[in-house]
């Protein structure tokens, strides 16, 4: 069976717990977290990074930091994981959930401003795939209405929008290193804090509402309970093993990138002839190459290929069924239609990639697609 993922190890992890698990420093905020801080600081020029136990908790930051209380308006697509909208629920926000572009998944501009009422707060992106979403004309928009932008970057690592980085230009971001992602650590995840205002509060939040950040670095002569805050960061033992994977982005992204590649390249004949669309990246994104995805025509068409592929051994997935249209969700909604948000539940598919899928193991699934498509 070639799976869908295999988490990638660079060979150095277990060598830098070994060092975190020697000095005895094994809760948060250490040497290694500050070495990941630092990394993404310096690369990214980022103002201020916090390490969290996944990029939920991130997002959850990015809801307390900007006050969200009961019956304030979140906008952010339907198309998208659950967390990305679970956080903001979580103190009382209304989420309201706008449309995908046609042709790919990422919110699109022109249906933000007619869903803005005087109760918006804030408007969420996911940068889907990794490729950004068009954040010149969504900061406009959030400008002109005085609104708070926060980025759900969690697929979006070492990507860019005109030249920036993505978790860069919103207020707030949150990038996550599940597993599943391109750089990993079991679960975890990363608060951004480009708007200096929350630079503060951000650490009292991480540190479960208290100043012990300020007094460790000899600012305050006693810590306390400043704020609400909770649990937000991971053990050293965590950083380490990510540290070891950011040390080995650049190659990560290479492999990965040569993957993509090779499947847009097998898989464009097929494109052209109709049988699917293939990932579309607009001039101003970067191409992070996080996942690969084809979409099919309808949602039968998209089940039989899922189950074709199974018998051939590729496993092959779907996600994000609309969240408007969630069991938890559906009353709450509005009821307006976002029919491309529904397109892409029903209809895109994603392929098996990882690190370590070898070039005759892509051949072989596009052998294999290419035969589904004649059959
Ligand atoms: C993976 C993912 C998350 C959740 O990340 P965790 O680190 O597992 O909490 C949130 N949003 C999007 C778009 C994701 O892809």
Redesign the pocket.
């Known amino acids: 069976m070639i799976n869908f993922n295999k988490p990638y190890l660079t060979g150095k992890e277990t060598h830098y717990i070994y060092q975190a698990v020697d000095s005895k420093k094994l809760s948060g905020n250490g040497m290694f977290t500050k070495k990941c801080h630092a990394y993404f600081e310096t690369n990214y020029n980022f103002h201020k990074t916090l390490l969290t136990t ?4 991130a ?1 959850e930051m990015a809801a307390l930091l900007i006050d969200i209380e009961q019956g304030d308006e979140v906008i952010m697509p339907s198309y ?2 659950v ?2 909208s679970n956080a903001f629920v979580l103190r009382g926000a209304k989420i309201v959930f706008a449309d995908s572009y046609p042709d790919q998944p990422n919110v699109d501009p022109a249906c933000l401003e007619a869903l803005i009422t005087p109760k918006t707060k804030a408007i969420v992106v ?1 940068h ?1 795939a990794g490729v950004a979403c068009d954040m010149d004309a969504i900061m406009d928009i959030a400008n002109k209405h005085n609104l708070l932008v926060v980025e ?1 970057a ?2 979006a690592v070492d990507s860019f929008y005109k030249g920036k980085p993505l978790g860069g230009i919103g207020h707030l971001s ?1 990038f ?3 597993e ?2 391109n750089i990993i650590s079991g ?3 990363m608060l951004v804090v480009n708007d200096k205002r929350y630079a503060d509060r951000s650490e009292i939040i991480w540190e479960k509402g208290t100043n012990r950040s300020a007094f460790f670095r000899g600012e305050v002569d006693k810590y306390g309970w400043v704020d609400i805050g909770s649990s937000f960061l991971p053990s050293e033992i965590i950083a380490a093993f990510l540290f070891a994977q950011l040390e080995n982005l650049a190659d990560i992204q290479d492999r990965r990138r040569a993957i993509w590649d090779r499947y847009y390249n097998g898989l464009k004949p097929l494109a052209e002839k109709g049988h699917f669309d293939l990932p579309v990246i607009p001039d101003y994104a970067t191409n992070n190459a996080h996942m690969f995805y084809l979409v099919l025509p309808n949602l039968t068409k998209r089940q039989s290929f899922i189950k074709y592929l199974r018998s051939k051994e590729i496993h092959a997935v779907f996600h994000y069924l609309s969240l408007h249209k969630s069991p938890y969700y559906q009353d709450k909604h509005s009821g307006l239609e976002l029919p491309n948000c529904d397109r892409f539940a029903d209809c895109l598919v994603r392929l098996p990639f990882y690190y370590e899928l070898a070039d005759e193991q892509i051949d072989y699934i596009i052998e294999q697609i290419t035969n589904a498509c004649n059959a």
């Open positions: 996944s990029c939920t908790d997002l998208t994981f967390s990305t996911v889907y759900d969690a697929q949150a996550s290193f599940h599943t992602k679960e975890g995840g």
